[in-house]
């Protein structure tokens, strides 16, 4: 009995290790933040009917070890191949074992084992093998607690950064431009980076560096002497976060882009979405705003009276900055008088006309003379992986929209899509949007619908959304040919088979890995 408690002892710790690394990596593609990984366990053992007859056994099997610790073996050997879909190392975001990850690798491990010692010493080796199973099944949990356990050290560590980035913002003195929103951040800070860039030496925070780290990094690697401004875009999952950023940022002009579900079931309600992002303009000498949000016209109402704000549009002519759509390209108006017209290159995607609008806003504000504004909005780069077109060499046209994953955005690219293939077939190959809260399945429904009246045929990737999807096809009541696949490969691989000159595919969001 002891030589087979201690073989059941030897799978469970196996099976330990095997769910350890496929937490840890969903832990890392989370940011590190504590519940999350609990969250996605859910999502994962319940993802499917296999999955969750898998999740029964192993809890069923680790009950049965109380009395018969071989059967520790049967949930060792589950939990080592389950959730069956996500991977031990990634197909795309495989762990990286940096500083941080090391440490939350010692807690996690530590947690578990010495809760093992614990059973062992005061009990039996019987015990130790009761309580080895039940780690592996909780495994998500104990990287949840050592997660919590290590914040406060992280934020010690993260002061570090902030106070460098401090001393070097004190020292170079440049006009810090601040953008936030539940969604067009990325875009509107390459837009202003552009329109003022040459006028001004400008620095823009890279890629997605929207949080702590990624601010002060940005700072302390690119901000050198003689840089007049920096443009920061400014992300949260929470309220206190972009005040956080604002105390030692201090950014004087101010852009919220938009409110919407994105994050939706981190912040609960738009309402408080709209306080946390509404932090940006505690102490800004001007505030952008798009008025096409109800909400931020609500907000410019009630911070008129103290701030300057700049109401921004891409439909009310009478806004302080509107971009309009125009039969040559794009409108732009200030304060309702035309300042130009823009004359867009034939077969270019337009612009997010709303935030090409809050980036000529901050233009101006910062001293850009409105026709050299108006010239350089002919030529606003696309941003990578956002609504980029290219022609893949069988002849069709792909709109590459995979780092977009919220409704407006997804309108946006479906309009783009239906201007592209006037005979041919058009494609919507998507995951759909995620972390919308409750909308998330009204929401998918609701572009799948739409996306009905454009399309010829759907590919839905992985299962987070398909359900929804293939409902809101169902609802438009059209002809319309779905196909399931589970990874974006294998759409990729369909396309490349099934698609050509004439045909078009937009590829709306990409989700890693870690979600089913």
């Known amino acids: 009995m002891t030589a087979l408690s201690a073989v059941a002892l030897g799978a469970a710790a196996i099976s330990i290790i095997c769910a350890d690394l496929r937490w840890l990596r969903v832990a890392q593609h989370e940011h590190y933040l504590p519940g999350a990984v609990a969250r996605f366990g859910w999502r994962w053992w319940t993802s499917t009917p296999f999955n969750i007859a898998l999740a029964a056994a192993a809890v069923i099997s680790a009950a049965v070890a109380t009395v018969a610790p071989a059967a520790a073996l049967a949930t060792g050997a589950i939990v080592g191949?389950?959730?069956?879909?996500?991977?031990?190392?990634?197909?795309t975001s495989r762990l990286a074992w940096t500083r941080r990850m090391s440490q939350v690798v010692f807690v996690t491990v530590g947690l578990e084992a010495l809760g093992i010692a614990l059973a062992a010493v005061f009990s039996?080796?019987?015990?130790?093998?009761?309580?080895?199973?039940?780690?592996a099944i909780a495994a998500p949990l104990f990287v949840d607690v050592a997660l919590a356990v290590l914040?406060?050290?992280?934020d010690v560590l993260a002061q570090r950064y902030v106070g460098r980035a401090s001393a070097v913002l004190a020292r170079v003195r440049p006009l810090v431009v601040g953008i936030t929103g539940s969604y067009g951040k990325t875009t509107?800070?390459?837009y202003v980076a552009h329109l003022i860039a040459g006028d001004r030496s400008v620095v823009a925070s890279p890629r997605s560096f929207n949080n702590r780290a990624g601010l002060a990094r940005t700072v302390n690697e690119h901000l050198v002497s003689g840089t007049e401004v920096l443009v920061a875009e400014m992300g949260a999952y929470g309220p206190g976060e972009i005040s956080a950023l604002c105390r030692w940022l201090q950014p004087d002009v101010v852009v919220i882009t938009s409110i919407g579900p994105a994050h939706l079931e981190r912040f609960g309600t738009l309402d408080r979405t709209l306080s946390a992002k509404a932090e940006i303009t505690s102490a800004a000498r001007v505030v952008v705003l798009n008025i096409d949000d109800e909400r931020l016209e609500g907000l410019a109402r009630r911070l008129a009276a103290t701030q300057k704000v700049v109401r921004v549009s891409a439909t009310d002519v009478s806004a302080d900055v509107a971009v309009l759509e125009h039969a040559d390209g794009l409108e732009l108006r200030l304060c309702g008088e035309t300042s130009g017209v823009v004359v867009l290159a034939r077969g270019s995607p337009s612009p997010i006309r709303s935030n090409a609008a809050c980036a000529v806003a901050v233009a101006i504000e910062i001293g850009i003379d409105p026709e050299v504004v108006v010239r350089r909005l002919s030529s606003l780069p696309s941003v990578p992986n956002r609504l980029q077109r290219y022609q893949a060499k069988a002849g069709y046209v792909v709109l590459d929209d995979t780092f977009n994953a919220n409704p407006a955005?997804?309108?946006?690219?479906?309009?783009?899509?239906?201007?592209?293939?006037?005979?041919g077939r058009r494609v919507l190959v998507t995951p759909g949007m995620v972390e919308l809260g409750k909308t998330q399945t009204a929401e998918n429904a609701a572009l799948a619908e739409r996306a009905a009246g454009v399309l010829t045929d759907l590919v839905v990737v992985g299962r987070t959304n398909r359900a929804a999807l293939v409902e809101g096809?169902?609802?438009?009541?059209?002809?319309?040919?779905?196909?399931?696949?589970?990874t974006r490969e294998e759409?990729?691989?369909?396309?490349?088979?099934?698609?050509?000159?004439?045909?078009?595919?937009l590829f709306e969001n990409d989700l890693p890995d870690h979600f089913p």
Do not use: F, N
């Not at 759409?491 to 595919?505: I, Y």
């Open 473 to 486: 096809c169902r609802r438009a009541g059209r002809p319309l040919s779905v196909k399931l696949v589970g």
């Open 491 to 505: 759409a990729v691989a369909w396309a490349h088979e099934q698609l050509g000159p004439g045909d078009a595919v």
């Open 151 to 154: 914040r406060p050290v992280e």
């Open 409 to 423: 955005g997804a309108r946006h690219a479906l309009d783009a899509l239906a201007s592209e293939a006037s005979e």
């Open 188 to 190: 509107t800070k390459t």
């Open 124 to 135: 039996s080796l019987s015990a130790a093998v009761l309580a080895a199973a039940w780690s």
């Open 81 to 91: 191949i389950g959730p069956v879909g996500l991977r031990l190392r990634g197909r």
